[in-house]
């Protein structure tokens, strides 16, 4: 639920320089054109395209630029089609504190023969970018540089990691995270400057409350809690937890729906046993925050807020992710099991086994022990991802690539799986993730993600170490 709702634009920016005073290319300017509404189709997939059109000179570059900023484009893609004199696009470039990547390409992929002067007026980029890229270092502005014809998929598979990264930019940018309760006490990993938070990151963070669950759980009704229970049925899932109970957890997860909607919240970071000495509530609230998990509302236990932060990010670069922390080193086969007593996301879970509901054992509160879920993940390349808070108001992503492994669940109420890490020797992986400065949680997602969330760390200018 972002703050404010907009579409993510992608600013095109294309010049080059056609004159007649010295060059007599005046008249492919008309080509030129022609050629910047190419490359804005191209890019069309990826997002919504501003092109204010091929531009020459100084004035031409302000105006490009006064309406990219007026449309408030969330990153700029840069192209020249030939040589251009470096201060014309500076002129816009300059106007932006937003990700800029120059892509360094052209319409052909070879030099034929045939080649004569007006295809090199438009497919000759390559002879200015320099004058670009040293002016960009000269004035300390960050950028990033793809190469690669029109056509390069290997090129446009680049791009798309560099849209998708600027796509998780924006999004924490116009994020809200509330916290709900407190951090765990003494858990040093979990304290943070939150003011930090929004220098570095962008999103802001609000207390809420643990009354404003308590007075929405009192409003909610039998027929709400029931239709919860019901969508649960229709997924498949098998619920063994006795009526009175599945019902007050419902009632619990509606209530947190509620919270989520009314405060506009992007993501939670949540101390989960708040409510186990509360007569009203009385339980752990495990069922409700894997729900809001699964609709893509990242909720972190322990009122952990950068994990809710890297889940954030995992939900734009990979569509889900999960909350995990490390718990036993499985030697003889080199795995980690990984686990977080009930909390996790149930989309991930594997079918072969299903998802049970069942009650918690880690926490009981004087209404007895809440519904919990009880799954493994379903197998696949994986990443593990946590922000390590390094001191100095500095933060650290760290992240690890490897597998999720095919397990039958342990009767734990919890989500869980092994671990196999891509170099395979488990004790060495866990040597490199312990001097990483990792949390002693983390999040998790599918594919091999380390590269691209290194795109979102460096236009973050936060230090990023895989494992």
């Given at each position: 639920?972002?703050?404010?709702?907009?579409?993510?634009?992608?600013?095109?920016?294309?010049?080059?320089?056609?004159?007649?005073?010295?060059?007599?290319?005046?008249?492919?300017?008309?080509?030129?054109?022609?050629?910047?509404?190419?490359?804005?189709?191209?890019?069309?997939?990826?997002?919504?395209?501003?092109?204010?059109?091929?531009?020459?000179?100084?004035?031409?570059?302000?105006?490009?630029?006064?309406?990219?900023?007026?449309?408030?484009?969330?990153?700029i893609i840069f192209?020249?089609?030939?040589?251009?004199?470096?201060?014309?696009?500076?002129?816009?470039?300059?106007?932006?504190?937003?990700?800029?990547?120059?892509?360094?390409?052209?319409?052909?992929?070879?030099?034929?023969?045939?080649?004569?002067?007006?295809?090199?007026?438009?497919?000759?980029?390559?002879?200015?970018?320099?004058?670009?890229?040293?002016?960009?270092?000269?004035?300390?502005?960050?950028?990033?540089?793809?190469?690669?014809?029109?056509?390069?998929?290997?090129?446009?598979?680049?791009?798309?990691?560099?849209?998708?990264?600027?796509?998780?930019?924006?999004?924490?940018?116009?994020?809200?995270?509330?916290?709900?309760?407190?951090?765990?006490?003494?858990?040093?990993?979990?304290?943070?400057?939150?003011?930090?938070?929004?220098?570095?990151?962008?999103?802001?963070?609000?207390?809420?409350?643990?009354?404003?669950?308590?007075?929405?759980?009192?409003?909610?009704?039998?027929?709400?809690?029931?239709?919860?229970?019901?969508?649960?049925?229709?997924?498949?899932?098998?619920?063994?937890?006795?009526?009175?109970?599945?019902?007050?957890?419902?009632?619990?997860?509606?209530?947190?729906?509620?919270?989520?909607?009314?405060?506009?919240?992007?993501?939670?970071?949540?101390?989960?046993?708040?409510?186990?000495?509360?007569?009203?509530?009385?339980?752990?609230?495990?069922?409700?925050?894997?729900?809001?998990?699964?609709?893509?509302?990242?909720?972190?236990?322990?009122?952990?807020?950068?994990?809710?932060?890297?889940?954030?990010?995992?939900?734009?670069?990979?569509?889900?992710?999960t909350f995990l922390?490390?718990?036993?080193?499985?030697?003889?086969?080199?795995?980690?099991?990984?686990?977080h007593d009930g909390?996790?996301?149930?989309?991930?879970?594997?079918?072969?086994?299903?998802?049970?509901?069942?009650?918690?054992?880690?926490?009981?509160?004087?209404?007895?022990?809440?519904?919990?879920?009880?799954?493994?993940?379903?197998?696949?390349?994986?990443?593990?991802?946590?922000?390590?808070?390094?001191?100095?108001?500095?933060?650290?992503?760290?992240?690890?690539?490897?597998?999720?492994?095919?397990?039958?669940?342990?009767?734990?109420?919890?989500?869980?799986?092994?671990?196999?890490?891509?170099?395979?020797?488990?004790?060495?992986?866990?040597?490199?993730?312990?001097?990483?400065?990792?949390?002693?949680?983390?999040?998790?997602?599918?594919?091999?993600?380390?590269?691209?969330?290194?795109?979102?760390?460096?236009?973050?200018?936060?230090?990023?170490?895989?494992?």
């Amino acid at each position: 639920m972002p703050i404010v709702k907009k579409d993510f634009k992608i600013g095109l920016l294309v010049t080059a320089l056609l004159e007649d005073k010295y060059n007599k290319t005046g008249h492919m300017r008309n080509e030129a054109r022609k050629v910047s509404k190419l490359y804005e189709e191209k890019l069309s997939k990826f997002g919504k395209i501003i092109n204010p059109g091929f531009f020459e000179y100084e004035d031409q570059a302000v105006k490009s630029a006064n309406i990219l900023k007026k449309e408030q484009v969330n990153m700029i893609i840069f192209i020249e089609l030939a040589y251009q004199k470096g201060l014309i696009p500076m002129r816009a470039l300059l106007e932006f504190d937003i990700p800029i990547v120059i892509w360094n390409t052209q319409l052909i992929d070879e030099f034929s023969e045939e080649a004569d002067f007006d295809l090199i007026m438009l497919n000759s980029g390559m002879a200015g970018l320099s004058e670009i890229t040293s002016s960009l270092i000269k004035s300390k502005k960050d950028f990033f540089i793809v190469t690669g014809n029109i056509n390069d998929q290997n090129a446009l598979d680049e791009l798309n990691e560099y849209i998708t990264a600027a796509k998780a930019i924006s999004r924490l940018k116009n994020s809200k995270i509330g916290i709900i309760g407190h951090p765990y006490e003494g858990m040093t990993d979990l304290m943070q400057d939150n003011y930090t938070v929004l220098e570095t990151f962008g999103c802001t963070v609000w207390p809420i409350d643990h009354d404003e669950i308590i007075e929405e759980f009192l409003k909610i009704h039998a027929g709400k809690a029931k239709k919860i229970i019901d969508e649960e049925i229709v997924k498949g899932r098998k619920i063994k937890v006795d009526e009175t109970m599945m019902m007050r957890s419902a009632k619990l997860a509606s209530a947190l729906e509620k919270v989520v909607h009314n405060n506009n919240l992007d993501a939670v970071a949540e101390f989960d046993q708040v409510w186990l000495l509360d007569e009203r509530i009385g339980i752990i609230p495990f069922f409700g925050t894997s729900r809001m998990v699964e609709n893509h509302v990242p909720f972190t236990c322990e009122a952990d807020v950068l994990r809710t932060i890297a889940m954030l990010i995992l939900e734009e670069v990979a569509g889900h992710s999960t909350f995990l922390e490390h718990y036993i080193l499985d030697y003889k086969n080199n795995l980690m099991f990984n686990s977080h007593d009930g909390h996790g996301n149930p989309a991930m879970a594997d079918s072969t086994y299903g998802v049970d509901i069942v009650p918690t054992i880690y926490y009981e509160g004087v209404k007895g022990f809440g519904a919990s879920f009880n799954y493994s993940y379903k197998p696949g390349d994986v990443t593990l991802f946590s922000i390590g808070n390094i001191g100095k108001g500095k933060f650290r992503f760290i992240t690890s690539e490897g597998q999720f492994i095919k397990m039958r669940p342990r009767e734990i109420s919890a989500p869980q799986t092994f671990f196999q890490w891509s170099e395979k020797d488990i004790k060495e992986f866990a040597k490199k993730w312990l001097l990483s400065a990792p949390s002693h949680h983390h999040t998790a997602a599918y594919g091999k993600l380390s590269n691209i969330i290194g795109k979102v760390s460096r236009m973050l200018n936060v230090e990023h170490t895989v494992v």
